[in-house]
Structure formats: structure tokens, C-alpha cells
């Protein structure tokens, strides 16, 4: 049965200077694009997996067996020399073989040394030849992390496919002017929601959640008119923001039977605008 289109992501949008010089990149990245919904529609796997087999005494659950993994296999002839670009392409044969939000991604930071890390799901926005780019409350947990230790690392899985993708490298915020120009297109519930919720911070009831919305519509003139809500000038909060992650290390995982699976992985070298790929051990 062939995959189902979902919707259409990827969009040019501007994106400042990239720190690897684009005019090295200019026959191996595509221009940057932006994912520009989170809607989905229902597609065929590429390849589909049986339940995860599991057994339960009450106090505990034994997972008694996995999946086996049976992908094409991962050669460095069938690599790009960038990863920027390599990843570009498993996002697009993500895509089209119904991966279900593929821009999921678990965003682990740490603060200063010598903090434990956190991870959390969030979503990407765009890519660029510089990075890879989400958005965010700054004074939330990883906000406050990232503030303190600019390095993160990202891991994308896509389990219709059996691939995964893991970034690591420094982050850096997005400026205030293109922030601001992509907070323009979110809906106005989103928009609210940035300015009532005060990320990672205890609630005491969902009331109060709801409260703080309704004090943020009343301040900005919501009325519940949908199309003249969505037109109204909502500004940006000062404490909310993007993040890019530049990666200086960026691995291609392919599952494999028994195992066995093929792991490269892409470094930045000191010259910084030319990679390494290597062959790593499953």
C-alpha cells in the first residue's frame, strides 16, 4: 500500500549566517527548510513490528523479548559528505515511508558540573547548513540549563524505518528578529500559551493553568472570534525563544538483525567546515 501524503513541511525561511561556511556546502545542502505543521495523517510503516513482548508479576515488568530489526543496511558509499544534507534526506524518506512525527526529538541538557542531565521530547522547527533549530520558554528547565552549560545533544528515532539519528554540539539562541518572525505564524492559542504557562514551575491545579489563560486573552483582547483573534498582534514574550544546536558530531544508526546493526558517525573537524565519517561498532 504507498504512503499516504501528509501534509507539506518544508518551507525556505530565512536563517542567519551558518558558522560553516555555506560556499563549502553549496553542492551537498539543500536550502534550509522549516517544518511548518504538526498534523499528520495514518501511513503504511516501512517495516511494521509485532507488540513488544512483556510479562508482569505486579511489581515489576520483564521485557522477555525485541524486535529484530530488518533494514536495507547503511554503507559509507551511501552517505553525503555532510551531515546537514544526510539528514535532510533520512528526513524526507521519513516522511514519505509514515513515520509519525519525525521531528520528534529528545532534547537532553545538563547544567553546570556537576548536575545530573534531563531529557524531554520536543519538537524541531528547521534545519539550516548551521543547525538544527527548536524554540522555547528560556526560563523552563532546559532553558535554565542551556544558560548555564551551552551544550545539548538531540536523538531522533524512527521506528517505521529502524533508523536514528543522535546530534551532539553547542547551542546558541536564535536571533530575537527571526524569532519573532516565525512567533507571528504560530495560532493564537499557542501564542497565549506562551505567556500564561511558566514552564517547569509547579501548579497547583489545572485551574490555575486555566486561569492564567483567560488573564493572558483578557490582556491581549481575545474575544473568541477565531479569524479576528488569529489577525491580532500578540507580541513575543522576552523570555521565551529559539535555540539552534550546532552539531560537531552527528550519527546515522540503521537497525540491523541480531544486533548487528551499521553505525556511522560524522565529526567536525578543527578547520570546521569539513567532516570525518567513520564506521562505528554496533
Known amino acids: 500500500m504507498p504512503s499516504v501524503p501528509r501534509r507539506s513541511v518544508l ?6 549566517p551558518a558558522i560553516v561556511p555555506t560556499a563549502n556546502l553549496a553542492h551537498t545542502v539543500r536550502h534550509p527548510f522549516r517544518i511548518s505543521s504538526t498534523h499528520h495523517f495514518m501511513s503504511t510503516p516501512v517495516f511494521p513490528l509485532p ?27 551511501d552517505l553525503k559528505d555532510n551531515p546537514i544534507a544526510q539528514f535532510q534526506d533520512w528526513f524526507n524518506h521519513a516522511l514519505a515511508h509514515g513515520v509519525q512525527e519525525p521531528e520528534a ?12 542531565p534531563s531529557t524531554r521530547i520536543v519538537l ?9 533549530t527548536f524554540y522555547t520558554n528560556h526560563l523552563s528547565r532546559k532553558g535554565r540549563e542551556l544558560a548555564q552549560n551551552p551544550f545539548a545533544s538531540m536523538a531522533f528515532y524512527w521506528r517505521e524505518v529502524h533508523r536514528q539519528v543522535r546530534v551532539v554540539g553547542r547551542v546558541e539562541h536564535v536571533p530575537r528578529e527571526e524569532t519573532a518572525e516565525y512567533f507571528r505564524t504560530r495560532g493564537v492559542g499557542s501564542r497565549i500559551g506562551a505567556w500564561a504557562s511558566k514552564q517547569s514551575e ?4 489545572r485551574e490555575q493553568l486555566e486561569e492564567r489563560v483567560k488573564e ?6 481575545i474575544a473568541g472570534d477565531g479569524a479576528k483573534d488569529e489577525d491580532l498582534d500578540i507580541p513575543m514574550p522576552d523570555f521565551w525563544g529559539g ?17 548487528l546493526h551499521d553505525r556511522f558517525v560524522y565529526r567536525r573537524r578543527t578547520d570546521g567546515d569539513r567532516w570525518t565519517v567513520e564506521r562505528l561498532s554496533p
Not at 518551507?11 to 542567519?16: D, E, K, S
Not at 509547579?202 to 491545579?205: A, E, K, R, T, V
Open 202 to 205: 509547579i501548579l497547583y491545579s
Open 105 to 116: 526529538l529528545a532534547l537532553s541538557t545538563c547544567p553546570a558540573f556537576p548536575g545530573p
Open 243 to 259: 535555540y539552534v544546536l550546532i552539531p560537531d558530531e552527528v550519527e546515522f544508526w540503521m537497525g540491523r538483525p541480531s544486533r
Open 216 to 221: 493572558a486573552e483578557a490582556r491581549f483582547g
Open 51 to 77: 507488540p513488544t513482548a512483556t510479562q508482569s508479576d505486579g511489581t515489576k515488568i520483564a521485557i522477555t523479548s525485541h524486535n529484530q530489526y530488518h533494514s536495507h543496511g547503511l554503507e559509507r558509499s
Open 124 to 132: 524541531l522547527k528547521s534545519v539550516s547548513p548551521q543547525g538544527f
Open 11 to 16: 518551507a525556505t525561511l530565512p536563517i542567519r
